[in-house]
């Protein structure tokens, strides 16, 4: 497509319950990133996928976030048992390659209530 | 880390004034640096990239200097706009393929 997508653009749900976030990068693109970024904060790096390499998970927070790319292309990420302090921004980018930026998607805006 | 903090720094200029946005990266191997916008409700958008080989490289209104010795970049605004008023992130590439982003600059425009 002609830009990262993300679904949902919000998300409310309450507390204790599993949410699903997508994101569709740009077709072609290898490497797919999830971000977080909290209220007037900067981006708290996730997780990060190149290719057909194992994903690099080293920024998820707890072992509720999970996430996973089928096919080289969308990705899922899953919080489960969503808590208060998830409420946050999820951003999603990707990238052709190290010689170019990131494009990001608009987000996924989550609120746990 | 990406994150640095409950409170963005801000910087807040009048509107046509030029606007100054500096930036302290980290890695001296670092090859490749990009500014980034974003604006409310918004991910952050591309402006302008420059390499390592280069100390400037300049835009439609915006111009990026880098200064390896110091590892310090800026990123120039001419004649600011209210259009203008938005977070403002630089990141740096280095060995892998994986950005590092500074911790976000707000730019205020005052009509």
């Known amino acids: 497509g002609a830009g990262v997508s993300q679904s949902p653009s919000n998300k409310v749900t309450e507390k204790g319950k599993d949410v699903e976030l997508r994101c569709d990068p740009i077709?072609?693109?290898?490497?797919l990133y999830w971000y977080r970024q909290s209220l007037g904060q900067g981006l708290e790096f996730l997780i990060y996928f190149q290719g057909n390499s194992a994903p690099d998970k080293s920024g998820l927070p707890s072992d509720r976030f999970s996430a996973e790319r089928t096919g080289g292309s969308v990705s899922t990420l899953t919080i489960q048992r969503t808590q208060q302090e998830d409420s946050a921004v999820y951003l999603c980018a990707s990238r052709e390659d190290r010689d170019y930026g990131y494009t990001f998607g608009s987000g996924t805006r989550l609120t746990v209530v | 880390g990406e994150s640095v903090g409950l409170h963005l720094p801000t910087l807040s200029v009048q509107e046509g004034d030029n606007s100054i946005i500096n930036c302290a990266y980290s890695?001296?191997?670092?090859?490749?640096f990009i500014w980034y916008k974003q604006e409310s409700g918004k991910g952050p958008q591309f402006i302008i990239d420059?390499?390592?080989?280069?100390d400037k490289r300049q835009g439609q209104r915006v111009t990026v200097l880098l200064n390896k010795t110091v590892k310090h970049l800026s990123l120039q605004i001419a004649a600011t706009q209210p259009g203008d008023s938005a977070v403002y992130f630089c990141?740096?590439?280095?060995?892998?393929?994986?950005?590092?982003f500074g911790g976000g600059t707000r730019l205020m425009v005052k009509p």
């Open positions: 990141a740096e590439n280095n060995a892998g393929n994986m950005l590092t």
């Open positions: 890695n001296s191997a670092s090859d490749y």
């Open positions: 420059i390499r390592s080989n280069m």
């Open positions: 077709s072609g693109h290898t490497a």
